[in-house]
């Protein structure tokens, strides 16, 4: 039972360009959303987070949108730029901050074309 | 204090041998968690600590899987008599209550053989 989802495996965007990366969820007791960056032989890096009493969170290039009623979350990037290319991972928490546990989805391979 | 650190970064194991994993959490933090993390697969939750205290354990954690954080600092993961499906990349995460996000260590790739 995959309560997060990220149905594409895989992304290519160019550099420069707007890469967004989707991410739904069918649990309706999660109330943090966090999205997470991974290089190979590295664990996750916390890259930005949106509590569900907002519809919006912005921090530098990085942009996290939430529609709670349709269970739907995603991450925009703009400008997308070469470092960025790694592995996203969508993550939900019933909980403030995800201080329990973290539900991941199964990630989408982001790489951005120079 | 870098962040969260793991050792070792890679163990192969025989099956049916023992293994045993460290974490140390960043200083300040309380809380420490667990997940494992298969090919193609995003990290599963395993089990997390509060201090001392073990707050939950995933079903994922069968008997042969033991946590402890003895002192609410550090922690070890042992898997006993390994299995071939126990080869995974296994994290360590820390945060510190209502106040900041997990951060993740870089983990322990386990082979079994």
């Known amino acids: 039972d995959q309560q997060v989802k990220q149905n594409s495996p895989s992304l290519s965007v160019q550099e420069g360009r707007i890469s967004i990366l989707n991410c739904d969820y069918t649990n309706s007791m999660f109330d943090y959303f966090l999205w997470y960056k991974k290089y190979p032989a590295e664990g996750p890096t916390f890259l930005i987070s949106i509590s569900s009493i907002k519809d919006k969170n912005e921090d530098g290039r990085f942009t996290v949108f939430l529609n709670k009623s349709a269970k739907h979350l995603s991450l925009h990037i703009v400008p997308s730029q070469p470092g960025d290319s790694a592995v996203y991972f969508c993550?939900?928490?019933?909980?403030?901050?995800?201080?329990?546990?973290?539900?991941f989805g199964t990630g989408t391979r982001l790489t951005i074309i120079p | 204090d870098t962040g969260v650190s793991q050792d070792p970064r890679h163990k192969i194991t025989k099956r049916g041998q023992n293994v045993t994993f460290r974490c140390d959490p960043i200083?300040?933090?309380?809380?420490l968690y667990w997940y494992r993390q298969t090919l193609g697969q995003g990290p599963e939750f395993l089990t997390y600590f509060q201090n001392e205290a073990q707050l939950e354990k995933s079903r994922l954690l069968s008997d042969r899987f033991s946590a402890e954080r003895p002192k609410g600092s550090f922690s070890t993961l042992e898997i006993q008599r390994t299995e071939q499906g126990d080869s995974a990349m296994y994290l360590c995460?820390?945060?510190?209550?209502?106040?900041?996000?997990?951060?993740f260590g870089q983990g322990t790739r386990l082979t079994v053989v």
């Open positions: 200083s300040e933090h309380n809380r």
């Open positions: 993550a939900a928490s019933p909980d403030n901050f995800g201080n329990e546990k973290l539900t």
């Open positions: 995460a820390s945060s510190f209550d209502g106040n900041t996000e997990a951060f």
